[in-house]
Each structure stands twice: as structure tokens, then as C-alpha cells.
């Protein structure tokens, strides 16, 4: 049985707290298709955490999150210590040597969460490789927090097979906003929005025009090979490229909800012709506009 924290007796006024029976962890969450690749094993929350401290030499057999909001702390891991602000979250592997407390004259309040699963590692080496060290640094969100709350509100009800699987896939979108916080602030807040997410959404206007990398990198006011860097770090493809991938999928609904000539599609989309768009088409989808259409046609009679 993994250690649980170490607290003094009366606990933290407004704690919470809740660890999933090892029933559970050892038999339908490890083996649930969905819920065995990632999933919460304990979760809490405790504020203003005074004389909060842990100490695990070997560590134990689940991941930790501890996302700080008020207040202050230190973590230490495999004997590095770290001073922890609000707005700060550790990822602590598992079985990795590990200690934390909360300052005595500003305790923190922390959100924390174990979790376990077959990707578990995965995604924490992907959070630790995306920071300095152990220490990433998140402003604070309130739909952030309102995730852990429902994740928490949930499992309160109990544990049955959809409230695990729908608590657990929550948990996925709570990490993904971890892991991917500018995307994640950016689907919630449409300010600030960068040079690429501001070519990206011209690129969806002009859809059915033609659109040269010259064009897109003077549109972000970037020379062209500074822009196409960073667009292509960003998304993993080259401007073009990901310009043609949006031409493509929306060909798939024109071919899909209309009876539209393909060749009168491959034009509104200011392809030269009809069999480089073919081509194109092809590359991406893995089959021609024609076999696309037979295999996703959606009839338009009511």
C-alpha cells in the first residue's frame, strides 16, 4: 500500500481528500480499456497547509502532481530542492526519493492528485521534458481548478464503471492543460493571440483563395524564413502544407454533404486542376476524392 501523506491529527480546516479503495485501482481501473492507460488513484485539497510534510525515501508506486495557488513550500526530489510560489506545480515521478512541506510563516494551498496508468510515465516525462526541471511554472486559471473540482465532485458519488471512465477522462483534459498551456489559455481566451494563430485563422477565411508563403509570411509581418521556422515548430508542418491540410478537410465536407462535381470543388479551393487536387487529396487522405465520396456520402433528402 503506497504511504499516504503525513499531517498533523486535526488535519487542515476545509481539507479534502479522497483514495480510491485498492479494489478498485487493482481491478477495473488497471484493466479497463479506457481508464488503464491513465487514472486517479488519490486526490485532494488543503489549505493553508500549516505543518504539512511528507517524507518518502523510496518514493511510491504512483505519479504526483502538486499545483501551489496561495502560499509557500519546498519539494525536494532525488535530494534537489525546490521553493514553491503560487502558480507553480512539481511533478514528482514515481519511485523517485522524495520530501515536501509547507513554509511555517505562509503555508501553502495545493491541489494534488496521484495517478498511475499505462502512459502515466509518458506524459510525465513530456511534462518535465517541456520545463527546466521539475518545477513548471502555470498561471492561474479558474477553469483549471473548476476541472479539478469536477473531477472531485464526481468521485465523491462513487465509483462506478462511467463515473470512473468520465472522471478519468476529465483528468485528461486537466493534464493536457499542464502540459499545454498557452493551447489551453488560448481555447478560453481569445486575446493575445499570436503571429501563427492569427495566419491560421486567415488561412481558414481564405479558404477558396490562393495563398502564397510570401503572402502568409507578410501577413505576420515576419520574413519568410523566420516565419515558416516557426510555423512549422509550432505545428509540425510547413505553411503550405498545413494550408493545403485545411483545403482538404474542407473538400471531405463538400464531398461528403453535396453532390458538387469534384471538379468544381478542386476549383473553389484554387487547385491548378482537378488531378493535382486528386494527388493532394489522395496524400492526406489515403484514398481518392471519388472513393472518399462513396464511403462518407450523407444523404440531403429529409
Known sequence: MPQKPSRKRQGFEGQKLIVLPQKI?????????I???????????????????????????????????????WVTINKKKMDISPSHFIVIPARTAHKYGALENDPWTIYWVHFKGDIATFVVDLITNNSQNYLPYLSYNENRIKLFEEIYFNLEKGYSADNLRYVNMIFY????????????????????????????????KNINKHVSLNDLAAFSHLSVSHFSSMFRERTGFSPVEYFNHLKIQYSCQALAFSARP???????????????????FSRFMGMSPSVYRKRNKVATTG
Open 35 to 73: 481508464t488503464r492507460q491513465i487514472y486517479i488513484t488519490d486526490i485532494g485539497y488543503y489549505p493553508k497547509a500549516h505543518q504539512h510534510y511528507v517524507e518518502r525515501p523510496h518514493g511510491i508506486n504512483q505519479h504526483i502532481i502538486i499545483y501551489c495557488v496561495e502560499g509557500r513550500g
Open 173 to 204: 483534459h486537466f493534464l493536457s492543460s499542464l502540459l499545454y498551456e498557452e493551447k489551453y489559455n488560448q481555447a478560453i481566451n481569445s486575446q493575445a493571440k499570436d503571429a501563427i494563430t492569427l495566419t491560421i485563422e486567415m488561412m481558414q
Open 25 to 33: 485501482d487493482s481491478g477495473f481501473l488497471m484493466k479497463d480499456a
Open 262 to 280: 469534384i471538379k468544381e470543388i478542386a476549383d473553389e479551393l484554387q487547385f491548378s486542376d482537378q488531378y493535382y487536387f486528386s494527388r493532394i
